[in-house]
């Protein structure tokens, strides 16, 4: 099986930063993509950054230039650095990954569980 965890939510003050790692473990043969969604209360699950295998990086535009995503392969780690937070911001971080657990296996989505994230105003 394969399993995604999250680290480093908390609660912060407007304007003041977080980093979120997510950890993919298992049986893996490749990653492609990793990626943050946030989902708040009542709200919908939304993209908030990929980064490809390649480093290839995408951003919601409500995060450009606050957020910045990376990923260490050797460790299937993605990280997300989040600076001059604001109370909107607050939600829960979801890490999503798309896996290949065998060499023959298609790349399948896996989710982790989720961190909190809360900026107080």
């Known amino acids: 099986q394969v399993q995604l965890a999250e680290s480093g939510g908390g609660l912060v003050q407007t304007g003041g930063s977080l980093r979120l790692s997510c950890t993919a473990s298992g049986t893996i043969f490749s990653i492609n993509v990793m990626g943050w969604y946030r989902q708040a209360p009542g709200r919908e699950r939304e993209l908030v950054a990929t980064i490809s295998d390649g480093g290839i990086t995408n951003y919601a535009d409500f995060v450009k230039g606050r957020f910045t995503i990376s990923r260490d392969g050797t460790k299937n780690t993605t990280y997300l650095q989040m600076n001059s937070l604001k109370p909107e911001d607050t939600s829960v971080y979801l890490c999503?990954?798309?896996?290949?657990?065998?060499?023959?296996?298609?790349?399948?989505?896996?989710w982790g569980k989720g961190a909190l994230v809360t900026v107080s105003s």
């Open positions: 999503h990954a798309r896996i290949k657990r065998l060499s023959y296996i298609p790349y399948m989505p896996y």
